[in-house]
């Protein structure tokens, strides 16, 4: 073999192999998306969040549920916690709260357990909006775009999420909304979000959306900065990074994968909640249990 | 003392006027768009106390009434000069001349509440405005600041089933006469302070005729199948005004109104 | 050759000059503005503003009835006093009653402008008059004269107006202290002067600005601006809305049944 041909052929070889080897995210600058006019990689399409964050939208940090939660609601046995860990930041999967905010949540847990008022049944039960993070983690999503616009449509409560793509700045701090407000921009194939502006009742404690179903709360300086990774064309490495100062303390972080739905022909369907919303016979199961005097919290580990 | 002798002269003067020889054609000039144009400032006499009989209207000037004009009547058909109401509708009335002077919260005139006055009413409480502008004809009030828009463009009523407190006026001009018909009234203004009163099937049709330079004369042939046993006409005649100046002040009538009607509710009277 | 090359001098030179002239001032889209014999733009017709602001002025969130909104005031700030922030924050905590419009009171300028309901202008060389649906509200704004002599206060003020360019600038004042800017509490003196400015951009479009002064209650003067939207529907009329006669209906002379 002449020397010029060896030499190639070792070349041919160091990137076979370095293309077999290489992670992801390299794959990740290979994607090439088909582009939209205004230049906005092509995501339109249904999506779902992947098996792996099934049960984080009841808690971020536990998952669901326990043997008893999964026989009355008809979940495999099997089905408890989480497949993944979800918080990848405080490494030890836990949300760093602050001490006050400990005790409040543990507020939240109680009354969960047992609700005596409308407020105390989990927002989410009570058909509120979800806001961001959340309502990544529930049911299909469909992803829209027309020039300098990302919208996604959610099933779950027929909500949905306008992100400008086009540098626009944030609507004035006086118009807070549950969904907060979105901008977005795309490097590469990652879409960057960032949500400010959400609303916020100082008096109710329980007038707004929870980050998941254990009593994760916030306030109205929530930051959330989301990095929707496209790395091929039926996958998102999704990470958030979910900032408050006033309730946490430090900056965490969720990450997993979305995931593309292959259904041929789905269509996302009407979900009426409010209108088949009954939270009297749980009100009623409340005020027994809290006549027994026994204040249990609710979770899925503590017996 | 001059302002009310000056009113009751002119008072005797729109009655009189019924009896007059018909006046010689007046050709009024013409706006841009073509109507005969008869805009400014217009001086009635002022709310009627009472249509049918002329006696009490020298109320509003020294809080006397004027036997001189008793009987003297604005409605000119039927000739007896009395409204032709149904019987049911002359029983509901007969209360009123008795509480006239201090009357219970019903029997207040809509109009010292501060509601519109309705058609025809609006054209005989105080100084008025017309105004011309093109498809057009505006009448503004100074009492309340009321008005009534007045297309002279063809277009149709509005629905039946809206009722206003102006009605709906549509309008066309026959010659030198401003034809209008009034549709979709309610049944909540009054022609004077005694309740003469009509029900919201009421219709009106006005004739406004200028008949000089400074004068109108003014015809509003009413119907009410529900409340009358015939149409009636009412007729009276619009001076310009000569020394109001040109522009109509502002008046805000329920803004400083709302102590009156506390007044009225001394106990015992409901 | 090129063509250019085989024009006449003076024709290139015209040619060059043309192109660099301004276009005549067209309407953006819809087609040219309807104008008046006087050559203004005629706003003759019934027009609505489509907007939160009769609630809230400033960006706000939504509450039972009252839709969110972003607000209609350039920088979202009223630079109150000291004193006039303080007096605002109660007004706005008595709002459900201390609110002139729950009294059914004349709205004032510019509240009349951006209530949910429509108005009629009608345009004359000298003078323009605006007839509103609410509370039979009605101003005259004569047009190239000056206010009479003072002191005096309307609920509506006293307007003056003219021309400039394709916009009619409205200059207002002798009002009450008696009006609110919105149902939050945002209020001003009997000193207030309003200086508004009606720029049609289409012929079913108007932008509307006002500029807000008053020295007892601002520290410096503050902007407002909003579309009217012209009300197209086929013999679309003003109504009425005799906010303070509802449920005080008399009932003893209606007809038997």
């Avoid at chain 2, 009357?103 to 409480?125: E, I, K, L, S």
């Avoid at chain 2, 549709?183 to 022609?191: E, G, K, P, S, V």
């Avoid at chain 3, 520290?219 to 197209?232: A, D, E, G, Q, V």
Wanted: aromatic content about 10%.
């Amino acid at each position: 073999m002449s020397t010029r041909l060896r030499h190639s052929l070792r070349v041919f070889a160091l990137v076979l192999v370095l293309w077999w080897a290489a992670p992801a995210s390299a794959a990740a600058q290979n994607w090439s998306p088909s582009r939209l006019p205004d230049g906005q990689p092509d995501i339109q399409g249904t999506w779902e969040g992947s098996a792996d964050s099934a049960n984080a939208g009841h808690s971020l940090e536990e998952g669901c549920c326990d043997p008893e939660h999964n026989k009355m609601q008809q979940r495999a046995a099997s089905n408890i916690g989480l497949r993944k860990q979800v918080i990848i930041d405080p490494p030890n999967g836990r949300i760093p709260f602050q001490p006050w905010a400990i005790e409040k949540r543990r507020e939240h847990l109680i009354n969960l357990e047992a609700p005596t008022e409308l407020q105390h049944i989990e927002p989410e039960d009570r058909c509120s909006l979800q806001g961001v993070p959340r309502s990544n983690l529930r049911g299909p999503i469909q992803i829209l775009q027309s020039p300098g616009q990302v919208v996604m449509l959610f099933e779950w409560v027929h909500a949905y999420r306008v992100i400008p793509v086009d540098g626009r700045p944030h609507a004035p701090k006086g118009a807070a909304t549950w969904q907060g407000d979105s901008r977005g921009r795309w490097e590469g194939n990652t879409l960057v979000v960032e949500a400010t502006n959400f609303r916020f009742d100082p008096v109710g404690y329980n007038k707004q959306p929870w980050i998941d179903s254990h009593g994760t709360f916030y306030t109205d300086s929530l930051r959330v900065v989301e990095r929707w990774k496209f790395v091929d064309a039926n996958t998102v490495d999704y990470e958030a990074t979910i900032e408050d100062p006033k309730v946490f303390t430090q900056p965490w972080k969720i990450a997993y994968q979305i995931q593309r739905l292959r259904e041929k022909n789905f269509e996302l369907i009407e979900e009426g909640c409010w209108e088949g919303v009954s939270v009297s016979n749980r009100l009623e199961a409340g005020r027994i249990a809290a006549k027994s005097g026994k204040q249990r919290i609710h979770s899925h580990t503590e017996p | 003392m001059l302002l009310p002798v000056l009113v009751l002269a002119s008072l005797i003067a729109v009655v009189d006027a019924r009896q007059q020889e018909p006046a010689k054609p007046y050709a009024p000039p013409r706006t841009a768009d073509g109507q005969p144009d008869i805009q400014g400032i217009y001086n009635p006499v002022g709310t009627f106390y009472n249509i049918e009989d002329l006696e009490y209207q020298s109320l509003y000037q020294n809080f006397k009434p004027n036997p001189s004009l008793s009987g003297k009547s604005l409605i000119i058909d039927p000739p007896d000069g009395k409204i032709p109401y149904q019987a049911w509708a002359a029983e509901k009335r007969k209360p009123i001349y008795q509480l006239h002077g201090d009357p219970t919260p019903q029997y207040v005139d809509p109009n010292a509440q501060c509601w519109p006055q309705g058609v025809p009413r609006h054209m005989n409480n105080r100084e008025f405005e017309i105004f011309q502008p093109p498809g057009h004809v505006v009448i503004f009030n100074m009492a309340h600041h009321s008005y009534r828009v007045i297309p002279v463009d063809g277009s149709p009523h509005i629905p039946e089933a809206v009722k206003l407190w102006q009605g709906d006026s549509r309008g066309r001009w026959e010659g030198n006469t401003l034809v209008v018909d009034v549709t979709n009234n309610n049944d909540q203004t009054w022609f004077d302070v005694m309740a003469s009163f009509h029900s919201d099937a009421m219709r009106v049709t006005e004739r406004m005729t200028p008949v000089g330079p400074d004068r109108i004369e003014y015809r509003a042939v009413i119907t009410d199948p529900k409340v009358y046993t015939r149409p009636w006409t009412f007729a009276i005649y619009f001076n310009r005004s000569k020394d109001y100046g040109s522009e109509l002040y502002e008046e805000a009538c329920v803004e400083v109104n709302d102590r009156n009607m506390e007044l009225l509710k001394r106990p015992g009277r409901n | 050759m090129s063509i250019m090359a085989r024009l006449p001098g003076w024709m290139i030179a015209t040619l060059a000059l043309a192109s660099l002239l301004p276009a005549p001032a067209a309407a953006q889209g819809s087609g040219p503005l309807p104008r008046t014999a006087d050559g203004k733009p005629d706003l003759s017709g019934i027009w609505q503003a489509v907007t939160t602001a009769n609630w809230n002025i400033q960006a706000h969130s939504a509450e039972k009835d009252v839709p969110a909104g972003l607000g209609i005031v350039e920088g979202d700030e009223i630079p109150y006093q000291p004193w006039a922030a303080a007096k605002k924050r109660e007004n706005f905590a008595n709002r459900a009653t201390a609110d002139p419009d729950a009294k059914c009171f004349l709205p004032g300028v510019p509240r009349a402008t951006y209530l949910p309901f429509p108005f009629q202008i009608f345009q004359t060389p000298n003078h323009i008059a605006i007839t509103y649906e609410y509370v039979h509200a009605v101003r005259r704004i004569f047009m190239n004269s000056s206010h009479p002599r003072g002191p005096l206060e309307f609920w509506m003020g006293d307007s003056r107006g003219r021309w400039e360019g394709d916009t009619l600038v409205v200059d207002v004042v002798y009002f009450t202290n008696q009006t609110w800017f919105d149902r939050a509490g945002n209020f001003h003196s009997e000193a207030l002067h309003v200086v508004e400015r009606y720029t049609p951009i289409t012929p079913y479009h108007i932008n509307y600005e006002a500029t807000i002064e008053d020295p007892k209650v601002f520290t410096r003067p503050w902007k407002i601006s909003l579309p009217l939207y012209r009300r197209i529907e086929k013999n679309i009329r003003v109504l009425d809305y005799e906010c303070y006669a509802f449920g005080l209906e008399r009932t003893w002379y209606r007809p038997p049944e």
